[in-house]
T-cell receptor, first 113, second 112 residues
Framework: GDSVTQMEGPVTLSEEAFLTINCTYT??????LFWYVQYPGEGLQLLLK?????DKGSNKGFEATYRKETTSFHLEKGSVQVSDSAVYFC????????????FGKGTKLSVKP | EAQVTQNPRYLITVTGKKLTVTCSQN?????MSWYRQDPGLGLRQIYY???????DKGDVPEGYKVSRKEKRNFPLILESPSPNQTSLYFC???????????FGDGTRLSIL
């Protein structure tokens, strides 16, 4: 069935380190892909999205490329900051009438000064 | 300001005492949804609503009810709460079902 697999955390990095959070999905159709971020004590916020193969979503220095051949949507950032400490969720949905979001389990990132 | 508002933010209650968590959005969104977030399990959908008077079960609907009498409101009802419903709950909305969702700040429920 449909599912999202993310790398397990927690991930602890020093400030200015390079970040990669892996995400792969299992889907029967052609989904839209999302990364959501949850800061401590808050709800989820959309970080970036990509709606078709080879699209690159980007926001706040984060990037992710829709790789249809590997069914992946890895999140990257070249230089993390303390303020990036949060839980990151990979998710997808389909267009049309099957649009419910399917989430991964989340990856907690802690960035140390 | 566009927002999804949940109340209460925190609640401690006892088994069997009916409770309602309210959710309201001011963006005229058609689609609304409830999730619960548990450690190691991520977010799981409880119920969703495509529009007024249209609701459907998500992945974990047992023990919950919802209603959508008005477009802006989507309350979550626990008729007889049990300890396994202790969790962090999020309401979300979007213009359409397949659009990015806006989330509330969450409601932490503890059922003793």
């Amino acid at each position: 069935g449909d599912s999202v697999t993310q790398m397990e955390g927690p991930v602890t990095l020093s400030e200015e380190a390079f970040l990669t959070i892996n995400c792969t999905y299992t889907a029967t159709g052609y989904p839209s892909l999302f990364w959501y971020v949850q800061y401590p004590g808050e709800g989820l916020q959309l970080l970036l999205k990509a709606t078709k193969a080879d699209d690159k979503g980007s926001n706040k220095g984060f990037e992710a490329t829709y790789r249809k051949e590997t069914t992946s949507f890895h999140l990257e950032k070249g230089s993390v900051q303390v303020s990036d400490s949060a839980v990151y969720f990979c998710a997808f949905n389909y267009g049309g009438s099957q649009g419910n979001l399917i989430f991964g389990k989340g990856t907690k990132l802690s960035v140390k000064p | 300001e566009a927002q999804v508002t949940q109340n209460p933010r925190y609640l401690i209650t006892v088994t069997g005492k009916k409770l309602t968590v309210t959710c309201s959005q001011n963006m005229n969104h058609e689609y609304m949804s409830w999730y619960r977030q548990d450690p190691g399990l991520g977010l799981r959908q409880i119920y969703y609503s495509m529009n007024v008077e249209v609701t459907d079960k998500g992945d974990v609907p047992e023990g919950y009810k919802v209603s959508r009498k008005e477009k802006r409101n989507f309350p979550l009802i626990l008729e007889s709460p049990s300890p396994n419903q202790t969790s962090l709950y999020f309401c979300a909305s979007s213009a359409r079902q397949n659009q990015p969702q806006h989330f509330g700040d969450g409601t932490r429920l503890s059922i003793l």
